[in-house]
């Protein structure tokens, strides 16, 4: 059962335009989300976060928004450059019965901006 | 530069044969964390580990293992027992508090021969 998904497999922007990205969630215990962008052959980069007690961060041209009741987070970026083409990972965190804070990945999107 | 480093950046495994992937990280960091990625999907946890000589499964360990005798070492074995080792690995670290980012190595490719 995917606790975390991004329904969107790819998402096709031109450049100077707005990006918009989604995720949901299933468990009500995650407190922590985070973006990362992953290039080819790379490991992922982290991007942005937000907690659960708040609706809104931004960094820069990346906002993300969390919509707790619904479930739902979603990441813009504005403008959109070329340089932003790469997937991007929606992740969750809560504490697990281990005693530790895990990260449970979405699949991804990957997002091209058409110059 | 603190970071983590992951080698070899390409593996091949033959039939029947383990091999072990190197992460190794600078950032003084407590909590490593194993990841596979497969085409098309998110990543997945193999195993993780909170403290030096602790470690726990994670929701895909079963054909590999792993052993942490130094806080900046956490190296993965792909034991033979492991029938689709083919995969890009994931290497990554986590300082303390519930608000912080892992932070990854570049990955490993592993491929059969």
């Known amino acids: 059962d995917q606790q975390v998904k991004q329904n969107s497999p790819s998402l096709s922007v031109q450049e100077g335009r707005i990006s918009i990205l989604n995720c949901d969630y299933t468990?009500?215990?995650?407190?922590?989300f985070l973006w990362y962008k992953k290039y080819p052959a790379e490991g992922p980069t982290f991007l942005i976060s937000i907690s659960s007690i708040k609706d809104k961060n931004e960094d820069g041209r990346f906002t993300v928004f969390l919509n707790k009741s619904a479930k739902h987070l979603s990441l813009h970026i504005v403008p959109s450059q070329p340089g932003d083409s790469a997937v991007y990972f929606c992740a969750a965190s809560g504490f697990s019965g281990a005693g530790s804070y895990q990260l449970t990945f979405g699949k991804g999107t990957k997002l091209s901006v058409i110059p | 530069d603190g970071g983590i480093t992951q080698s070899p950046k390409y593996l091949f495994r033959k039939e029947g044969q383990n091999v072990t992937l190197s992460c190794e990280q600078n950032?003084?960091?407590?909590?490593m964390y194993w990841y596979r990625q497969d085409p098309g999907q998110g990543l997945r946890l193999i195993y993780y580990s909170q403290i030096v000589n602790d470690f726990q499964k994670g929701d895909i360990a079963e054909g590999y293992s792993v052993s942490r005798e130094k806080k900046e070492s956490f190296p993965l074995t792909v034991t033979s027992a492991q029938k689709n080792p083919t995969a890009f690995y994931l290497c990554a670290s986590v300082g303390q508090g519930w608000d912080q980012p892992q932070h990854f190595g570049d990955g490993t490719r592993l491929s059969i021969l």
């Open positions: 950032l003084n960091h407590d909590a």
């Open positions: 468990n009500s215990m995650f407190d922590y």
